[in-house]
């Protein structure tokens, strides 16, 4: 399976935007790109997923390198709320692939 | 609608005793999952189900079983629980692959947090 590499920790202060980086140099043409989030004492949390094009929703964007070697979640205005461990992960989208969770980035939020 | 809700949400045991960890969830997705998290460490799966009577392993299944009786429960049993199963347990749900739909949007329980001593 493709690995990812994230920074352990990343700090931002409050409604700015955070740029949270994703490497992953042996993707291959199958795999998706998915963020998730986890809040303290919280279960994981979907974030949002994609695939070679970039993508928006309410919680935050995806911008995928043309290379789909890295990717950036952002964070358009960072709250308070925000502060969590954000984990980056690859998989497909068969019947037999599975969600791997590594460490992820700390992200934390100063008012 | 609750989600996915897990019970209970602290538990500890002794060494060698057994337990039930129950997850219910009501969104009728097809997928259901159990991870463990340990301090400072990203998830890791023990077992899944891909439907009602299934049951399949995960990454890290030794020391647990599991049943799917029905579609919207999944539990996870330690029939001799040692101080090595210490560790945060949660549970999650998701659609089935296809149908336009990605399995990888698992939704998660809250947690269970359990000390074997």
């Known amino acids: 399976d493709a690995k990812t590499t994230q920074p352990n920790s990343m700090e931002s202060n409050e409604e700015e935007p955070v740029h949270l980086p994703c490497n992953h140099s042996?993707?291959?043409?199958?795999?998706?790109i998915h963020w998730y989030r986890q809040l303290p004492s919280q279960g994981p949390e979907y974030v949002i997923h994609g695939l070679t094009s970039n993508v928006n929703n309410r919680m935050a964007s995806l911008a995928i390198a043309e290379d789909r070697k890295s990717s950036t979640l952002i964070l358009h205005r960072a709250t308070l709320r925000d502060a969590a461990v954000y984990y980056c992960?690859?998989?497909?989208?068969?019947?037999?692939?599975?969600?791997?969770f590594g460490e992820g980035t700390q992200l934390t939020v100063n008012p | 609608n609750a989600g996915v809700t897990q019970t209970p949400k602290f538990r500890v045991l002794k060494t060698g005793q057994s337990m039930t960890l129950l997850c219910a969830q009501d969104m009728n997705h097809e997928y259901m999952y159990w991870y463990r998290q340990d301090p400072g460490m990203g998830l890791r799966l023990i077992h899944y189900s891909v439907g009602e009577g299934t049951t399949a392993k995960g990454e890290v299944p030794d020391g647990y079983n599991v049943s799917r009786l029905k579609k919207q429960n999944f539990l996870l049993g330690l029939e001799s629980a040692a101080p090595s199963q210490t560790s945060v347990y949660f549970c999650a749900s998701s659609y089935s692959w296809g149908r336009g739909r990605s399995k990888n949007i698992q939704y998660f329980g809250a947690g269970t947090r359990l000390s074997v001593l």
């Open positions: 042996t993707i291959s043409g199958t795999d998706y």
């Open positions: 992960i690859l998989t497909k989208e068969t019947s037999g692939s599975r969600l791997t």
